[in-house]
């Protein structure tokens, strides 16, 4: 799994610098205009780690993250 970004441009997806397989299935976050953000390379870097670790079944339950949230 890889993390980019693109603008769209005529209804279609312009990736930045990346040229993806023909008929790859990709999943599109589209924020809020108000509530925009940009991530770091580090950032993009960190997120794929945690989705690739997610799809591996490697995971934390609710119940042991809202525990944590409280002890913040």
């Not at 390379?41 to 690739?52: C, F, N, P, R, T």
């Amino acid at each position: 799994m890889r993390i980019t970004t693109g603008k769209v441009r005529n209804g279609s997806i312009d990736l930045q610098g990346e040229v993806l397989p023909e008929g790859s299935t990709v999943t599109i976050i589209a924020p809020e205009a108000e509530n925009t953000f940009e991530l770091s390379s580090d950032e993009q870097a960190e997120l794929s780690a945690a989705i690739e670790a997610a799809d591996r079944g490697e995971t934390v339950d609710d119940s042991r993250v809202r525990e944590l949230l409280r002890r913040r």
